[in-house]
C-alpha cells in the first residue's frame, strides 16, 4: 500500500513514467466507507477486465497484484517465505495477451521477527512482526475455519493484532518494523492473444527465477 498507493517511497522518483495502480479483490469495494478510501487511494479490482483496461491505457501503466492473496496471508510465520505461487497462472496470461512485462516485488520484514533492545538489565527481549497473528497451523480449529471462510467467499481474514494509536501492547495500527520492498528485473513478455500453457509456465518459471534472485 505504501509504495504503490502513494509517493511514502518516492515511487515516482525512484521509476518515472510508470504508473501503478494497486488491485484488490472486487468484494473490498462492497462495503461503504472502506470503498471510498481504496478508491481515493486509487486501488482498482483485480478482475481480469479491470487489469485488461488499465492495460490498455499504453505504456507507463502497470498493475500490481498481490499474487498469493488470502491463501498466502494464512502462511505467515516468523522468518519464513512461504509463497502462493506455483498454480498462479491468470496474472501471466494477462501479461502475455497485453504485452506487458513482469516484474516481481519482494517485501523483506513483513513476516519477521524484531527484536528490542531492553531498557533494563533484567528485562526480556519483546519480539514482533508488522502483526501478531493468531495461532492457526494446519490441523486447528481456527486454520479450518479460515479455510471454510475463504472458500466460500474468496477471501479470509486473519486473526490479527497490532498496537494502539496510545498504546503498544494491542490495537490495529502495524507495530514499527522496517520492510524493504526490492523491485527486480523486469521480465520482457511478448504480445500473443492465444499463448499456449508451455509458453505460459516459461514465462512463469522466468518470474520466479527472478523473484528468486
Known sequence: MATFSTEATGFSEAFPGIKPHLLTLSSNFNMPIY??????LGVCSVSRRSCVNILKGGPGQAITIVVGGAAESLSARPGTADLTLRKRLGFIK??????????PVFSFGENDVS???PIRSDCAYL???IYQQMPNEK??????????????????????HGRGLL???????????RIVSVIGR?????????????QITEIQQAYIDELMR
Open 139 to 160: 490441523g486447528t480449529t481456527v486454520h479450518s475455519l479460515q479455510k471454510k471462510f475463504q472458500n466460500v467467499f474468496g477471501f479470509t481474514l486473519p486473526l490479527f
Open 94 to 103: 494477462v501479461a502475455i495477451q497485453q504485452g506487458a512485462d513482469l516484474v
Open 167 to 177: 498504546n503498544y501492547n494491542f490495537g490495529l495500527m502495524p507495530y514499527r518494523r
Open 115 to 117: 527484536v528490542f533492545r
Open 127 to 129: 519480539r514482533h512482526q
Open 35 to 40: 470503498r471510498e478510501m481504496l478508491l481515493l
Open 186 to 198: 523486469p521480465i520482457h513478455v511478448t504480445q500473443t492473444d492465444k499463448p499456449t500453457l508451455e
